[in-house]
């Protein structure tokens, strides 16, 4: 970590400068998320250090048994179902999809491509009016199923992409070997595209679940208090009070964040290391 | 991409193949070669490449007709009501359809203002007249109450008088008049006549701040209503601003990252995916804290001396561009990484050794080849906080809100879904445009994660 010997006193001052200005852009990306995180733990409900002592207060109030803790407990759930379910539809229907685009080549194939890839590009507010005001109408606002059709649809292009990315190092003769070798077209997927393809497939269903668990707006409209979700739950808590519970809240959503994170780099890595090893 | 050439090469084989076939059939007997079943290869070829394709196509129609009907169709379905009408014809048909044959010069003839009269009485016994009341208040503020007002009167004259002595007077209008002066107001009759068609442009003039006059000209609308380019134009500029303050603080990360050896740029790719991953709405709620009068910023800055008293740092623009740069900063940065990380070292060091001080090596050797990842990392940016909502609702101060913001309040608050429709069209329309420069660039398929 030490500017080449041969540089001039201007490169080196430069060199060093770059790593001061990274550094506070760093600390500017980083510092905000670490800083909150201990006040969840402060004793008293005051957003400054030092703080006054140690306690689990506010993460009592989000799992003990009052009534607002109930409420709380409510939200993960519905956070955690719709994110699953959501989850498994997306990557499923998009698995499905990449693996037909990177395939065949037909007319509109662009378009195709462009409404698959949309709901990552119209704003998500339009979505949202959009969705209520259709849903609505056949009975799908306020429902379950209605917050986990249109987290699906806001899931799918992650899928796709990721899946499509994999695909394009696939070396399509595989399939033809196993179709010599007398596997039908399912046992072909599950024996030879799918484990090549898995790291693919695993990560866009973790994007898609982020996209999920972390959606707001389209919760905002779609959902009354049976379905509200820990984003939905802090948005109301943000609007009243601002309340430690909501640090809490904020958190846990971390703590997932992190561990999505981490699952990922690990899949990225392992990619790397395997096609270090096996060349072409 | 490999099955595409078989059925290319099949195509040019066979028309290489077919003349000699036409004028030599025995050459072609010797040349074909058939299956088991007796059918020529190259049909037998042929149809199993179509069988392929079709089940390609096959895998992706789920997919695509789930996001017609759950996305696409309600989205198209939402914007359809920027231009639909329905309120005047469904609460006062005959009215609508009066008004509509009406030439617009003077007053709606008697025979029209007896309809007007008979169903706003109707109107105004099953309390209907309510719906229509709000849809006529959008074109003018007051129409609502006059409405109201003008509805239940002739209603209360007409169970007193009974409906065929309201309805006996030569001059209907001066019974209007008499209610309200402002039925003496042409502009009021065009009004209602403007808003009885099922189909109107009137939400999307308005999205534009125009309107139609009483002689259906097309003009600005008064000042005090003009608010919506102006907003248009505050969240152009304010995403303008985030996305050169996100290419400012991005470009020495990226840069840094590029040209760290690789086992610390992965410890600090950790660093920007953090933020990347954790959910807006807490990063938001993050600067939130941090920024309040009574938070940690305030605090230290105080006890550093930097100023004695809080300093107002969020629920205004300022906050909004801490918290929108910060949310937004990993976008800017990953793409002009993965560009960078493509460009030779030795290039730079090549300018070098032919001459160039280190700032023009720079400027005419790295930086240019910078330039796909600084497009995708800006137009991504750029789009993206287009349509930003959560955070400027939060951290922002009244003045500070964007068009996603308008749009929202319309369809929930005001409940005008006319108007909520109207302005979404126009953000897609925006959206759509920097969309197509971006896919022009960078490529649908080539969008990069993480």
Redesign the interface.
């Known amino acids: 970590m030490a500017a080449p010997p041969y540089a001039t006193p201007l490169q080196k001052s430069w060199y060093y400068a770059l790593r001061v200005i990274c550094g506070l852009i760093f600390f500017f990306l980083i510092a905000p998320i670490v800083v909150i995180i201990p006040l969840s733990f402060n004793s008293v409900p005051f957003f400054t250090y030092p703080m006054e002592g140690f306690s689990m207060r506010w993460y009592e109030e989000i799992f003990g048994d009052s009534p607002q803790s109930l409420l709380w407990q409510r939200s993960i759930v519905n956070s955690v179902v719709i994110a699953i379910c959501s989850t498994a539809l997306a990557t499923v229907l998009g698995t499905m999809a990449a693996l037909g685009l990177t395939r065949a080549e037909f007319p509109g194939k662009s378009l195709v491509m462009a409404v698959l890839i949309s709901p990552i590009i119209v704003p998500i507010v339009v979505i949202a009016i959009g969705v209520f005001y259709f849903y609505a109408k056949i009975g799908l606002a306020s429902t379950l199923t209605g917050i986990i059709l249109a987290h699906t649809a806001l899931g799918v292009p992650f899928v796709v992409i990721t899946v499509a990315a994999t695909l394009q190092g696939f070396d399509h003769n595989l399939v033809r070997a196993g179709a010599i070798l007398g596997a039908g077209p399912l046992r072909v997927f599950r024996k030879v595209t799918l484990p090549i393809i898995t790291p693919g497939v695993v990560s866009g269903a973790l994007f898609a679940f982020a996209a999920s668990w972390d959606e707001i707006v389209v919760v905002l409209f779609l959902a009354s208090t049976e379905q509200h979700t820990v984003p939905r739950r802090m948005w109301s808590g943000i609007r009243e009070l601002l309340s430690p519970t909501i640090i809490a809240a904020a958190t846990l959503l971390v703590i997932v964040s992190i561990a999505l994170m981490f699952t990922m780099e690990a899949l990225r890595r392992r990619g790397e290391r395997l096609r270090g090893i096996s060349p072409g | ?4 050439s078989p059925p290319n090469g099949g195509a040019d084989a066979n028309g290489a193949t077919t003349p000699s076939a036409a004028t030599t059939p025995s050459a072609a007997d010797a040349n074909g070669v058939f299956t088991v079943d007796g059918v020529p290869l190259k049909i037998k070829l042929r149809r199993a490449e179509r069988w ?2 079709l ?6 129609v ?3 007709l ?3 009907v ?10 359809w ?1 920027s231009v639909e009408n329905p309120e005047i014809g469904l609460v006062l048909p005959r009215t609508a359809a009066r008004m509509q044959a009406w030439d617009g010069r003077g007053f709606p003839p008697n025979e029209t203002l007896a309809v007007v009269v008979e169903e706003f009485v109707a109107a105004a016994g099953d309390r209907t007249i309510g719906k229509a009341a709000k849809r006529l208040n959008y074109h003018v503020a007051g129409y609502r109450s006059l409405t109201m007002k003008t509805a239940r009167r002739l209603e209360r004259a007409a169970k007193q008088q009974g409906m065929e002595a309201l309805l006996a007077g030569p001059d209907l209008i001066e019974r209007f008049k008499g209610i309200d002066a402002r039925w003496g107001e042409r502009r009021f009759w065009t009004i209602l006549k403007q808003a009885s068609p099922p189909h109107t442009a009137f939400y999307l003039l308005q999205s534009v701040d125009r309107d139609f006059d009483e002689d259906e000209n097309v003009v600005k609308v008064g000042e005090h209503r003009a608010i919506h380019v102006d907003i248009l134009g505050r969240t152009v500029f304010i995403s303008v601003n985030v996305t050169i303050l996100c290419l400012l ?1 991005g470009y ?2 990226a ?2 990252l590029a040209t760290l050896p690789t086992r ?1 740029s ?1 410890v ?1 790719i ?14 938001t ?6 920024l ?1 009068n ?3 910023v305030n ?1 230290l800055a105080i006890t550093v001396g930097f100023w004695d008293d809080p300093v107002q740092l969020v629920r205004n623009r300022l906050g909004v561009y801490v918290a929108m740069v ?1 949310i937004l ?2 976008f800017m940065v990953l793409p002009m990484f993965s560009v960078m990380k493509g460009i030779d070292p030795y290039h730079l060091r090549a300018a070098a050794s032919l001459g160039a001080n ?1 700032l023009r090596a720079f400027l005419r050797v790295y930086l240019p080849q910078t330039i796909p990842g600084v497009g995708a990392g800006v137009l991504l940016v750029f ?1 993206l906080s ?2 930003y ?2 955070t400027p609702a ?1 951290v922002g101060g009244p003045r500070d809100q964007m068009l ?1 913001y308008f ?2 309040f319309h ?2 608050t005001t409940v005008n ?1 006319g108007m ?1 429709a109207a302005l ?1 069209l126009v ?2 329309c925006c ?1 759509a445009v920097f ?1 197509a420069m971006y ?1 022009r660039l960078v490529g ?2 080539n ?1 990069k ?2």
């Open positions: 991409m490999a099955t595409a392929a394709r089940r390609a196509i096959g895998l992706i789920p997919l695509f789930f996001l017609m759950s996305f696409v169709l309600p989205i198209f379905t939402m914007l009501r603080l020495p990360i840069y840094l610390q992965n600090l950790l660093l920007l995916l953090l933020p990347f991953w954790t959910s807006l709405l807490v990063r709620t993050a600067w939130l804290v941090l309040q009574e938070g940690l605090d910060h900063l990993p280190p789009i287009l349509g909502y959560i939060l996603s749009i929202a369809a929930n879904w909520a979404s953000l897609m959206v969309f896919q649908v398929g969008v994660l993480g």
